[in-house]
């Protein structure tokens, strides 16, 4: 991955959480599983891998192993980027009713941590996460969002989950999804770029 941006490319790093496990959850969700030491780990090696690369955006799920991934890369950056937390970007099957972290659960580890906007424009979260329309839905929502927020010459990241993952990236390429799958391990890096002539390019990078 080059380190400078594009000016001519609208750029989405899709990143998958580091390592976990659901032995320790403490006060959240059985769905919020906590990262194991090796996880722990990861967040410093991605931190690494992505110090020198511009970021203009941060963008995370709501569950702790993802946001403790994108605080890897945060931390790593030195100038205290802003973390906007999406609980849309929630994995797929998640109990029922149940969003993820608050801010202020977050900004327990990271305190430049904000909520983004509702996307869904309810006063409180409110969406599906088991059928298929749902997480249709929610990743659409997700990749306009990114759309109306950032433009050419911007590079995002977003740390989801894998089932989540296999909707955010068809979504973002325009294609049908749950008909193409990804490779997608901890950690792993997958980047979509939206070219000003309207060409849209898939990458994977995990080097």
Same mark, same amino acid.
């Not at 989950?161 to 296999?166: K, R, S, V, Y």
């Given at each position: 991955?080059?380190?400078?941006?594009?000016?001519?490319?609208?750029?989405?790093?899709?990143?998958?959480?580091?390592?976990?496990?659901?032995?320790?959850?403490?006060?959240?969700? #059985?769905?919020?599983?906590?990262?194991?030491? =090796? $996880?722990? @780990?990861?967040?410093?090696?991605?931190? &690494?891998?992505?110090? !020198?690369?511009?970021?203009?955006?941060?963008?995370?799920?709501?569950?702790?192993?993802?946001?403790?991934?994108?605080?890897?890369?945060?931390?790593?950056?030195?100038?205290?980027?802003?973390?906007?937390?999406?609980?849309?970007?929630?994995?797929?099957?998640?109990?029922?009713?149940?969003?993820?972290?608050?801010?202020?659960?977050?900004?327990?580890?990271?305190? #430049?941590?904000?909520?983004?906007?509702?996307? =869904? $424009?309810? @006063?409180?979260?409110?969406?599906?996460? &088991?059928?298929?329309? !749902?997480?249709?839905?929610?990743?659409?929502?997700?990749?306009?969002?990114?759309?109306?927020?950032?433009?050419?010459?911007?590079?995002?990241?977003?740390?989801?989950?894998?089932?989540?993952?296999?909707?955010?990236?068809?979504?973002?390429?325009?294609?049908?999804?749950?008909?193409?799958?990804?490779?997608?391990?901890?950690?792993?890096?997958?980047?979509?770029?939206?070219?000003?002539?309207?060409?849209?390019?898939?990458?994977?990078?995990?080097?």
């Amino acid at each position: 991955m080059e380190n400078l941006k594009n000016e001519d490319l609208l750029e989405i790093i899709f990143i998958r959480h580091a390592e976990t496990n659901y032995t320790d959850i403490g006060d959240r969700d #059985n769905c919020d599983g906590e990262l194991t030491p =090796f $996880g722990e @780990k990861q967040c410093d090696i991605l931190g &690494e891998k992505l110090k !020198d690369v511009e970021i203009d955006g941060f963008i995370s799920s709501s569950l702790l192993r993802a946001f403790k991934t994108a605080t890897g890369v945060c931390k790593a950056k030195g100038n205290n980027p802003v973390l906007h937390i999406c609980p849309e970007l929630i994995e797929c099957g998640c109990t029922p009713g149940y969003f993820g972290c608050s801010e202020k659960y977050l900004q327990k580890y990271y305190k #430049n941590t904000k909520m983004c906007e509702k996307l =869904f $424009g309810t @006063k409180e979260y409110e969406f599906g996460c &088991e059928a298929v329309e !749902d997480n249709n839905l929610r990743a659409q929502k997700v990749i306009d969002y990114i759309k109306e927020n950032y433009t050419y010459g911007n590079r995002v990241a977003v740390f989801s989950h894998h089932g989540m993952l296999e909707y955010l990236i068809p979504t973002a390429l325009g294609i049908e999804t749950r008909k193409f799958f990804f490779s997608l391990d901890n950690i792993s890096m997958t980047v979509v770029q939206y070219t000003r002539d309207g060409a849209c390019i898939l990458k994977e990078v995990n080097k």
